[in-house]
């Protein structure tokens, strides 16, 4: 079956920090990559996507480049802000079904100033 | 256009107890699923649906129930709660293809006991 693995956090970084969350994943077939963020008490909101390999999904300063090679999704930001804080969650669906998402579990990310 | 709905945002049952989340959605969207959210768990698929008169069990389904009978609304039914159903319950909708993005309800808080 499909899985999504992502670093364990909490990660603690200072304002300002270039942040990295890994994301590997496993699939049979060819799945469309996401980020979603959760901000405390909310819901998940999609944070970037990429629906091929090479495709670089970008928003709010923050990156992930779909490498096929390595079959990973890792998020990236430059410089991150105490609003960042959040926890974020890498997910697929697969292009050729439905939009079902397998998620991974979460990567809690605190930005202290 | 508001978008993903859920009803109620909290809630506290005893053991045995039955009761309805509701979900709604106002974008025409034809696919919709309910995911449920735990601790180092990232988020678990329990039921989707394809359409009116479509749904299917994901990875979590026993000890619920769902029903289509309109686009717009898709109810998740606990039959007889128990402890280890206490989590955050998301509603999410989106077009059926799998490069499309889901959007997510706020949640439903259910603690059984």
């Known amino acids: 079956g499909n899985s999504v693995t992502q670093m364990e956090g909490p990660v603690t970084l200072s304002e300002e920090a270039f942040l990295t969350i890994n994301c590997t994943y496993t699939a049979t077939g060819y799945p469309s990559l996401f980020w979603y963020v959760q901000y405390p008490g909310e819901g998940l909101q999609l944070l970037l996507k990429a629906t091929k390999a090479d495709d670089k999904g970008s928003n709010k300063g923050f990156e992930a480049t779909y490498r096929k090679e390595t079959t990973s999704f890792h998020l990236e930001k430059g410089s991150v802000q105490v609003s960042d804080s959040a926890v974020y969650f890498c997910?697929?669906?697969?292009?050729?079904?439905?939009?079902?998402?397998?998620f991974g579990k979460g990567t809690m990310l605190l930005v202290s100033p | 256009n508001a978008g993903v709905t859920q009803t109620p945002k909290f809630q506290v049952l005893k053991t045995g107890q039955s009761m309805t989340l509701q979900c709604a959605q106002d974008?025409?969207?034809?696919?919709m699923s309910w995911y449920r959210q735990d601790p180092g768990m990232g988020l678990r698929l329990i039921h989707y649906?394809?359409?009116?008169?479509?749904?299917d069990q994901g990875e979590v389904p026993n000890g619920y129930n769902v029903s289509r009978s309109t686009t717009e609304d898709f109810p998740l039914r606990l039959l007889s709660a128990a402890p280890s159903q206490t989590s955050v319950y998301f509603c999410a909708s989106s077009t059926r293809r799998g490069t499309d993005t889901q959007y997510f309800g706020p949640g439903t808080r259910l603690t059984v006991l």
């Open positions: 997910a697929l669906s697969m292009n050729s079904g439905y939009s079902t998402l397998t």
């Open positions: 649906s394809v359409g009116a008169g479509i749904t």
């Open positions: 974008m025409n969207h034809e696919y």
